[in-house]
Each structure stands twice: as structure tokens, then as C-alpha cells.
């Protein structure tokens, strides 16, 4: 199979790229092929691993410093960003050229902006993994999922840990018990 990763427009720290790295190189080691797009202005952008590393121009991150002007704007700023990257990523998820594009680090308002965006209808299978749920989240992670119920393309997995279950019965919504997120993406991928 080949798979498009999207890093997003947020990538905090270099742990984050890690962990998208080394999804891309179970994937790798799995026999897949995979591309990683990035943002334009990717902070975190590596060709680890012997990667395709594509920039999504047009696509920024958003600036998530904590500053009184920023805070009162971040959520339009996110909303324009993610509707940015998924107008690219339309355009990347053309039927013949990706299997599946996955979204490794996707965040509640992923789903929030995808329920208002054409890409649901989109034929290539769209793979989120929901990570850093708070408790707080899972009740809006939960609507979000059920306006995108009927999508068969959208596929969502939330990993499961130690201090946050996610407990909102969405039967889109998978549950991942194991750290082995690349065979669960290629699973989810395929069904």
C-alpha cells in the first residue's frame, strides 16, 4: 500500500516528528511505501529514515505561543489552518496515487472542521489517530464523529492510555490498546 502522512499544522515539539517518524518507518518496514507533506514552514521537516518529505505550500503552522492577542484569535487561526491543509490534501488524495492518507497526530478539531469540509466526501480512506484526549474533548470528539458517521472514507482511532479513557460509544471510533499504531493505520486503511 502507499500512504500519505500529513503532519498538520501544529507540531509542538521534536517529540511529536518523532513519533510521525517512526510511524513512517514501521510503515517502511512493513513493505508500504509512504510520503510525509508537511507545512511550509515546518520547524520539524527530516528526511529520517530515507522519507519523501513534500511542504504543502500554502500550508503554515499556526503560532500557538501564548500571548493575550494570539489566545483571543488561536481558534480562528486553527479553523483557517486545517481548512488550508485539507483543501492541499484534497488535492493529494486523488483515487490511484495514495491508498490512504493518514493524520498521526490529529486533535478533536480535526474532526470539528472536517464535519464542515468537502474532503469527507473524498473516495481515499482518511485515517485520524485523535492523540492528547482529554477528558474534556471526548464528548465534542464524540459529536464530531457522529455527523461524519455516514462517511465510509473517514476512519478514527483513539489510542488508549493509562490516565484518560475515552468513553463515548461512536461506533466509528476505534480504540487502540497497543502502541503498534502503524498495523492498526494499515488496518484501518483497508477496512
Do not use: W
Not at 493509562?162 to 497497543?178: D, R, W
Request: charged share 25%; hydrophobic share 40%.
Amino acid at each position: 500500500m502507499k500512504f500519505a502522512i500529513v503532519e498538520g499544522t501544529v507540531i509542538f515539539n521534536k517529540e511529536q516528528k518523532q513519533e510521525i517518524d517512526q510511524i513512517a518507518g514501521d510503515l517502511i518496514n512493513m513493505g508500504h511505501e509512504v510520503e510525509v507533506f508537511v507545512a511550509e514552514d515546518s520547524k520539524f521537516c527530516s528526511t529520517a529514515n530515507g522519507l519523501v518529505v513534500n511542504k504543502l505550500s500554502g500550508v503554515f503552522s499556526y503560532n500557538t505561543e501564548k500571548t493575550i492577542l494570539n489566545s483571543l484569535f488561536v481558534s480562528v487561526k486553527r479553523e483557517l489552518s486545517l481548512r488550508s491543509l485539507y483543501n492541499k490534501v484534497m488535492q493529494i488524495a486523488k483515487p490511484n496515487r495514495f491508498d490512504a492518507v493518514v493524520f498521526p497526530e490529529a486533535t478533536c478539531s480535526y474532526m470539528r472542521v472536517l464535519s464542515m469540509h468537502e474532503l469527507k466526501r473524498g473516495q481515499v480512506p482518511m485515517v485520524f489517530i485523535i492523540q492528547g484526549l482529554v477528558p474534556r474533548d471526548c464528548k465534542n470528539l464524540g459529536s464530531y464523529s457522529d455527523r461524519l458517521l455516514l462517511k465510509t472514507n473517514i476512519r478514527i482511532a483513539v489510542p488508549r492510555s493509562g490516565k484518560y479513557g475515552f468513553e463515548v460509544a461512536v461506533p466509528n471510533i476505534e480504540l487502540i490498546y497497543s502502541r503498534k499504531l502503524a498495523e492498526h493505520i494499515v488496518t484501518l486503511a483497508t477496512d
